[in-house]
């Protein structure tokens, strides 16, 4: 009897010992060790945390003030967490002891400090790191809730110094990690406040009145227009699983972020630990707050990252790119099968193959005006009115201009801009473009009719994106060339419907 | 009444003060701008901005201290040489642009001003010269007039032209004094060359904390309660107060310099 109680109090004192022991090989609570935390710029993110235990990171942040580039031929003066805008990305772990070290570098004009919306205590670090020029702070958190937090300058006035660029994130993750996708980046909207107009060149100083009035010149995605397209654009294989950290530094706007052909698969909600909604189109982020997604990349092309608040896309510069390259899978998306002119409410008149252009039937006869005409939309009918003018005189040069003013302003404003600037890295120029004067009236009504893909140099600039085949018959196609040309190239030269007519025929 | 005596013994204190400064070794107005008085309303205040400070009438350097004046002052000063200075008095980068304790060297230019100087060292050049470092009443009474206007705050071309020095970085090499920014005053580069000290920097009322800082847990002013700035679009005055308090007296940084003042003598020296 006492030797079976001896052999259970054993057992008992055995299993607790595996018990310990299986904790051990699992996540601790417990301290140890010391590590220099890794930084990185955007749009790269720190490697996932293996670490399965809280240690001390020391971070080391220096902050300065530089000229960089906002736009094209627009220079800022940046302040700067760690000479970029958004500022170094700082990962750590729940529970981790951050030791922060900002420096303030001995060039700069002004003291400046950090609050990280990860740390719980006064100021959230700033009643801690005001620092003057030539001067180090230091102070101590412990990062006690998971989630991706924005840190920012809190200095007087708190408001330029954020306008300047002074944000960026601390991502702290859970103890249990984070599910490994195959690519992690970060991406961080901040607005500007230029003196001069959007595109004005030169150094722009910081407006104030345009700051105190919300009404910036600039939108932009971690801190330039076209900071992440082109070369620059973020890189995806079909299949892949791409998560993204994204903060909003405002200092004033929200962002209704979107990346245009995607659907988030999972969004963590303001950045918070728990990834609460699935299938989500557009996320709201406040300033000084951010937002975690994760998407699968299904098919290949350029995917754009936009504030879907539009006019900051295409006007302000809230324009970033995720270059997917892969198999195509037609199942999922077929790509244009096939372009078909519609007529209202007769029946299909006419076709053209969109890859070769071919016209099935003429449609520049005054039977296909007539049908036209007997369309319901409002739209149609002005166009058409238009467009019948423009057929009646087409050999009147001055006509097929103003013809070509109304198809270019339905057609081609959205990329080509009403000033046929473009959007820079994004949408060639039409303004002054050396490609239309090195290249022949016959290349220009080629595009315009059967579309262009794949790489084009403009003014020294690389664009690499899609133009559709316009869907319009042969006057409008000359009078938006004679358009413009004469617009934008200053050349009087015209292009005539049977020019269009004859190229047409020439591209079966 | 009681106003004019306030006024005679403020005068009579005046007269003191003076007395005690005429010891100085060179005349103490070359050079020096008379600036009369007014009325100085601190950025950070009470409310209802009542709070006013009189500042009576003194005068101020045409210039901020250049390099050669500190120089010729820390030759009769041995013990404020870069080499002798005690740590408690100024950090390791006092003067550390000039070459050695006697050369300012080929990198600085002998007519710009002074900088990586600490408020000790100021106070004492000043002290040596029978002058003083200005208030910040002082300071911003004359940093307030435009070129054309002894008070350029509701200016929005001052202010702008004040703001857009603020956010750059420093000039590689900073320029001399006297060759732009010359105020209503006659005063030059009260903006746009160095930051400069004041006697009471160190009451500039903001902690790092700037949001806090309008807060009602923060005791600050005069002790008085509740603290609010006084005018919140006066963003420069926002980015000198914050510099200001962002100071320890030892301190020295790159784009620091100052100038003294003295009070007004009614006889006029």
């Known amino acids: 009897m006492n030797t079976l109680n001896e052999l259970r109090n054993v057992l008992f004192v055995l299993m607790i010992l595996s018990l310990a022991v299986g904790c051990g090989h699992g996540t601790s609570d417990q301290m140890s060790g010391e590590e220099h935390a890794q930084l990185t710029q955007a749009p790269y993110v720190p490697p996932l945390i293996t670490r399965t235990h809280p240690t001390k990171v020391i971070v080391d942040l220096e902050v300065r003030e530089v000229v960089k580039q906002l736009a094209d031929g627009v220079e800022y003066v940046f302040w700067t967490f760690g000479g970029d805008v958004p500022g170094s990305f700082i990962r750590v772990r729940e529970g981790d002891f951050v030791e922060f070290h900002l420096h303030n570098h001995p060039l700069n004009k002004l003291p400046h400090n950090i609050d990280l919306h990860a740390v719980t205590g006064p100021g959230g670090g700033a009643t801690s790191s005001f620092t003057a020029p030539g001067h180090t702070s230091i102070f101590s958190f412990t990062v006690k809730n998971p989630g991706l937090y924005v840190y920012h300058c809190a200095t007087a006035p708190v408001g330029m110094h954020i306008a300047n660029g002074m944000y960026g994130l601390i991502l702290v993750e859970p103890k249990e990690g984070l599910p490994p996708v195959d690519r992690e980046y970060y991406v961080m909207q901040g607005e500007f406040y230029t003196e001069g107009n959007y595109g004005d060149s030169g150094l722009q100083p910081f407006s104030m009145q345009k700051a105190l009035t919300e009404t910036p010149d600039y939108v932009v995605f971690n801190g330039s227009v076209g900071s992440m397209v082109g070369d620059n654009s973020l890189k995806a294989n079909v299949g892949e699983s791409v998560r993204l950290y994204v903060g909003n530094g405002g200092p004033n706007l929200i962002s209704s972020f979107h990346v245009i052909g995607e659907i988030f698969d999972l969004v963590y909600n303001e950045g918070g630990s728990n990834a609460l909604q699935k299938n989500v189109q557009t996320t709201l982020i406040p300033a000084g707050g951010s937002s975690i997604v994760e998407f699968k990349v299904n098919v290949p092309g350029n995917f754009i990252m936009v504030d879907h608040s539009i006019f900051r896309a295409f006007n302000k510069g809230a324009l970033g790119m995720i270059t997917v390259k892969g198999a195509d899978d037609k199942t999922i998306y077929s790509g244009k099968q096939k372009d078909e002119l519609y007529s209202g409410n007769n029946s299909v008149s006419s076709s053209v193959n969109s890859n070769t252009g071919e016209l099935k039937k003429n449609n520049g006869n005054p039977e296909y005006v007539s049908k036209y005409s007997s369309g319901e939309s409002k739209v149609d009918e002005n166009l058409l009115k238009t467009a019948m003018s423009g057929s009646d005189k087409s050999s009147s040069p001055g006509s097929l201009f103003n013809l070509g003013q109304t198809v270019f302003n339905m057609s081609c404003v959205a990329c080509h801009q009403a000033d046929g600037k473009g959007i820079a890295n994004v949408f060639p120029p039409l303004a002054n473009s050396d490609w239309l004067a090195k290249h022949s009236k016959e290349e220009a009504i080629k595009n315009v009719i059967a579309g262009r893909t794949g790489e084009l140099t403009v003014n020294n600039k690389t664009y690499n994106g899609i133009m559709p085949p316009q869907n319009i018959d042969d006057t409008q196609a000359a009078a938006v060339l004679t358009y413009v040309y004469k617009k934008f190239a200053g050349k009087d030269v015209g292009v005539s419907p049977d020019e269009v007519k004859k190229v047409r025929a020439g591209n079966k | ?269």
Request: proline fraction near 4%; charged fraction near 20%; glycine fraction near 6%.
């Open chain 2, 1 to 269: 009444m009681r106003k004019t005596k306030k006024n005679i013994l403020f005068f009579l204190v005046l007269c003191i003060n003076t007395l005690v400064a005429q010891s100085n070794k060179v005349n103490p107005t070359n050079n020096m701008v008379l600036i009369s008085g007014g009325v100085y309303i601190p950025l950070y205040g009470e409310k209802n901005n009542d709070v006013k400070i009189k500042v009576s009438s003194f005068y101020i350097d045409k210039y901020p201290v250049t390099n050669a004046q500190f120089l010729e002052f820390v030759k009769g000063n041995p013990k404020w040489r870069r080499s002798n200075v005690k740590m408690l008095f100024a950090d390791k980068n006092y003067l550390s642009h000039w070459e050695n304790d006697l050369e300012l060297g080929n990198n600085v230019l002998p007519n710009s001003p002074v900088t990586n100087i600490s408020w000790f060292a100021a106070k004492a050049f000043c002290d040596y010269y029978g002058k003083r470092l200005p208030t910040v009443a002082e300071w911003e009474l004359v940093a307030k007039a435009s070129a054309n206007h002894p008070d350029g705050s509701k200016d929005q071309n001052f202010i702008k032209q004040i703001l857009e020095w603020y956010s750059k970085p420093m000039d590689e090499k900073i320029p001399s004094v006297g060759l732009y920014g010359k105020n209503y005053w006659g005063v030059y580069n009260m903006h746009g060359l160095v930051w400069e000290w004041t006697s009471d920097f160190f009451s500039s009322l903001v902690t790092g904390e700037s949001r806090g800082d309008s807060g009602l847990e923060r005791n600050l002013f005069c002790g008085s309660g509740s603290v609010n700035a006084s005018d919140f679009k006066n963003y420069p005055a926002f980015m000198r107060f914050a510099f200001r308090s962002s100071l320890k007296a030892n301190y020295t940084t790159n784009n620091l310099g100052f100038r003294c003042t003295k009070d007004f003598n009614k006889k006029g020296n």
